[in-house]
C-alpha cells in the first residue's frame, strides 16, 4: 500500500512540474515595441533573447503589407523562399517553438532586403544547443504549415510533458 502511495504522489508531482513548466512558457514578441517591420536589427534583438522549447514567438505587424514565413538557412539567408515550411498573414501571429534548433523567418512580401528577417536558436531549458544539437538535415525542423495558421500547435509540446502525462496516467491506472 505504501508503494502504491508513493507511486502516486511522484506521478502527480511530476505531471504538476510539467503543468508548470509548460505555463511559463515566454511569448516573444519580435521587434518587441517596434514590432515587425523593415529597417530593425532583428539580429541584436534575437540575441538579446532566451528562447525554450514551448516558448512563442509572436510577428505583430500591418496586415496585408507584411507576413512571416519560416525558411530554411537558404531562404533566409538568400531572402528566398527556399525550404518554406510555414507561412501566417494574420497581423498578430503566435508561433510555438516545439523543437531545440534553430528557426529561420522572414517577411515575404518583398522587405526581407530591408532587414525583415530573424534567425532564433531554440534550446531545452537552460543546457544550451551545443548539448541537443539541432534535428538532423530532412528532419521535421520546424513542423511544416501550409496556411496562415500555425501547425505548429498541434502536438508541439516538448515530448518530456508527454512522457511524464502519460507515466502520472499509469500510475494512476496501476492503482
Not at 504538476?16 to 514578441?29: F, K, M, P
Not at 523543437?99 to 532564433?120: D, R
Request: glycine share 12%; charged share 10%.
Amino acid at each position: 500500500m505504501a508503494s502504491r502511495a508513493l507511486l502516486l504522489a511522484v506521478a502527480g508531482v511530476v505531471v504538476a512540474g510539467c503543468a508548470v513548466g509548460l505555463s511559463g512558457a515566454t511569448d516573444h514578441i519580435v521587434g518587441a515595441n517596434r514590432g515587425w517591420n523593415p529597417n530593425i536589427n532583428y539580429s541584436s534583438w534575437s540575441a538579446n533573447q532566451t528562447f525554450y522549447v514551448g516558448d512563442l514567438i509572436s510577428f505583430r505587424y500591418q496586415k496585408g503589407t507584411h507576413n512571416v514565413f519560416a525558411v530554411n538557412e537558404t531562404g533566409y539567408d538568400n531572402c528566398t523562399m527556399d525550404g518554406v515550411t510555414g507561412n501566417w498573414t494574420s497581423g498578430k501571429d503566435f508561433i510555438p517553438l516545439p523543437h531545440p534548433g534553430t528557426y529561420f523567418f522572414i517577411c515575404g512580401n518583398g522587405f526581407c532586403q530591408a532587414g525583415m528577417k530573424v534567425a532564433i536558436t531554440v534550446r531545452i531549458f537552460d543546457l544550451g544547443p551545443e548539448i541537443y544539437p539541432p534535428p538532423a538535415p530532412g528532419a521535421d525542423n520546424p513542423p511544416s504549415s501550409s496556411s496562415s495558421s500555425s501547425s505548429f500547435a498541434a502536438g508541439a509540446w516538448p515530448a518530456a510533458a508527454a512522457a511524464a502525462t502519460a507515466l502520472g496516467a499509469a500510475a494512476i491506472i496501476a492503482l
